[in-house]
């Protein structure tokens, strides 16, 4: 499956961005679909997954209550509503694809398929 982030954008703090992620080539509902971000001279960090078969969705402690993933499945897409945002959001945002058990989303390796990224800058 194919990978396309798509949202970014400058957005002063406390404004609200929503990201998407579109699929082709494979359906997204057989998947676990991750929202990862990485800053300037930082690691790439978990923000937020979830799985449409099974269910099961799970948030970075540092984005609860003002994140939210969501699924279209119709249009093959997940979501990542981002609402206060702080300038430490300001990150280029990645999201990917995997099949691993809950215990594995917040990890990197966990996901086989990766979009491009889209940067989110966040002024304050």
């Known amino acids: 499956v194919q990978l396309q982030a798509s949202g970014g954008g400058l957005v002063q703090a406390g404004g609200s961005l929503r990201l998407s992620c579109a699929a082709s080539?494979?359906?997204?509902?057989?998947?676990?679909v991750g929202w990862f971000r990485q800053a300037p001279g930082k690691e790439r960090e978990f923000v937020a997954a979830n799985r449409w078969i099974g269910g099961g969705i799970s948030y970075a402690d540092s984005v609860k209550g003002r994140f939210t993933i969501s699924r279209d499945s119709a249009k093959n897409t997940v979501y990542l509503q981002m609402n206060s945002l702080k300038p430490e959001d300001t990150a280029v945002y990645y999201c990917?694809?995997?099949?691993?058990?809950?215990?594995?989303?917040?990890?990197?390796?966990?996901?086989?398929?990766w979009g491009q990224g889209t940067l989110v800058t966040v002024s304050s």
């Open positions: 990917a694809a995997g099949r691993g058990p809950y215990s594995t989303w917040s990890q990197p390796r966990s996901y086989g398929n």
């Open positions: 080539g494979g359906t997204l509902s057989n998947y676990v």
